[in-house]
């Protein structure tokens, strides 16, 4: 049995996972916090780490079953194949997610393009590129993991 990744509808991802584990799927949707603010209020909405994405583990001649379940779109390929996360892929995402919570940072004397190692939260001794510094927020690039990160920050030193 292999991971693979299925590509849903916009914010199905839940609904999908939910009812891909009722016909016997094992599926893996991993989930954070965030903080979303409105003029009047800041509220906690967990959502999908990755957007429109699940990972799904079964057979490979059972991969059409999924097609059964409203909101899956298709599968994720790589070179003409479905794309196959490793196990230990799926391991190192839920490690992340299982560690510290960062509630806020502080940027000091930080510029785009320095290198820095996280300290800690999920991506506790990843290696990072700064991409962006703003007034409220920085953008890292993760290059082990092929993908970009906000930051919120309290203040900007």
């Not at 799927?25 to 989930?31: A, E, G, L, M, N």
Request: charged share 35%; glycine share 6%.
């Amino acid at each position: 049995m292999s991971w693979f990744v299925l590509y849903t509808k916009p914010r199905t991802e839940k609904r999908v996972a939910e009812d891909l584990e009722k016909i016997g799927i094992k599926v893996y949707c991993p989930i954070i916090t965030e903080v979303k603010q409105w003029k009047d209020r800041k509220k906690k909405l967990k959502t999908p780490l990755f957007k429109s994405y699940v990972f799904i583990k079964l057979e490979e001649k059972k991969r059409n079953q999924v097609f059964d379940v409203p909101g899956v779109v298709r599968y994720l390929f790589w070179l003409g194949k479905p794309a196959i996360v490793r196990n230990e892929e799926i391991e190192v995402i839920q490690k992340w997610l299982e560690g510290d919570k960062v509630e806020d940072a502080k940027i000091e004397h930080l510029s785009e393009g320095d290198k820095i190692v996280i300290k800690n939260g999920v991506f506790k001794d990843e290696a990072a590129i700064i991409r962006e510094v703003g007034k409220r927020k920085m953008r890292l690039i993760l290059p082990k993991l092929g993908c970009t990160v906000e930051v919120l920050t309290k203040e900007v030193v």
